[in-house]
């Protein structure tokens, strides 16, 4: 409960009741200084307030009573009603610390918790998509070279609109059904290899390539279920099967959600993370490296 006092001829507070209990000890005001606070209809003296009884009975114990009030008389009629008191502004929540991670050392001071900027790598959209691009290229190109369907290639002279006709003719042909299945049903599988290679190595082919591993957040190897539960969570939500539209949806989806928060929505559910390493001239010249000798395996099935 806040007290207003008449100190002097004018209004002052608000004070606790441990100030009122303070400003009694010291002088500053005396029994019969004029108070009020929030449910009284007039001002009162000091004594006659309920609240403040106790306090002013303890001052008076430890006081002289030689002593005679020095209080200015007070004024002919009560000062203006005190304002409303302003009700406090709500508690803002805690800042989120990063799922799972765990609190600094900090020696004998308390820890503090790591908020979710602090904990994470700085996010690399393009550089995860070039890595598992090239896991998908990598696929695919083990499938056409095992495979004994060639795809239509343009011809020299051939329009655009020619080579997209025969293509889509091409398309409804049972040999090549048969090949677009198996890319699907070996897509697939990749996804069990990748969790077994994350679960080991902790990187596939192309997130070695790029510098990238999956880590818990404690930075320990995957267990083999986490693993395998977060390739098949990226291909059903992160690449949509890899199927249009849905590959374009699930990838714009997952940029925007990694660039504004800093994390997928995979590594937030499984509390996982992903560390970059530093990407120099040397580590992009040997990705540039790698995608050319697919294309040049890829050109050699097709000649």
Not at 10 to 19: E, V, Y
Not at 62 to 83: I, L, V, W
Not at 119 to 143: E, G, N
Not at 204 to 227: C, H, M, N, Q, Y
Request: charge should be neutral; proline fraction near 11%.
């Amino acid at each position: 409960m806040d007290f207003f006092l008449s100190l002097e001829g004018a209004k002052a507070g608000p004070f606790s009741i441990f100030k009122v209990g303070d400003l009694l000890e010291r002088g500053d005001a005396t029994p019969d200084t004029l108070a009020w606070h929030r449910g009284l209809e007039e001002w009162k003296p000091i004594r006659e307030i309920g609240a403040l009884e106790a306090v002013c009975e303890r001052v008076l114990a430890n006081r002289p009573r030689s002593g005679e009030s020095t209080e200015a008389a007070p004024p002919s009629s009560p000062p203006p009603m005190p304002d409303p008191a302003k009700l406090p502004a709500p508690p803002q929540p805690p800042v989120e610390p990063f799922p799972g991670t765990p609190l600094p050392e900090v020696g004998p001071a308390a820890a503090q918790a790591i908020t979710r900027a602090a904990a994470i790598d700085p996010v690399r959209p393009f550089v995860r998509f070039w890595a598992r691009m090239f896991d998908y290229s990598l696929v695919m190109v083990a499938v056409f070279l095992l495979s004994d369907y060639v795809p239509p290639q343009p011809q020299p002279g051939e329009a655009i609109t020619e080579f997209v006709t025969r293509y889509f003719e091409e398309a409804r042909k049972p040999e090549a059904l048969i090949h677009a299945t198996t890319i699907f049903v070996a897509l697939f599988a990749w996804h069990g290899v990748e969790a077994m290679l994350i679960h080991v190595f902790g990187a596939t082919p192309g997130k070695a390539l790029f510098g990238i591993r999956v880590l818990t957040v404690e930075g320990t190897r995957l267990p083999w279920l986490l693993s395998l539960g977060r390739a098949f969570y990226v291909y059903v939500l992160g690449v949509g099967f890899y199927q249009a539209p849905f590959i374009l949806i699930g990838m714009i989806f997952s940029f925007f959600r990694l660039t504004t928060t800093g994390f997928c929505l995979w590594d937030q559910h499984l509390k996982t993370r992903v560390e970059h390493a530093p990407l120099g001239p040397v580590r992009i010249m040997l990705a540039i490296g790698a995608f050319f000798a697919l294309f040049l395996l890829q050109s050699v099935r097709i000649s």
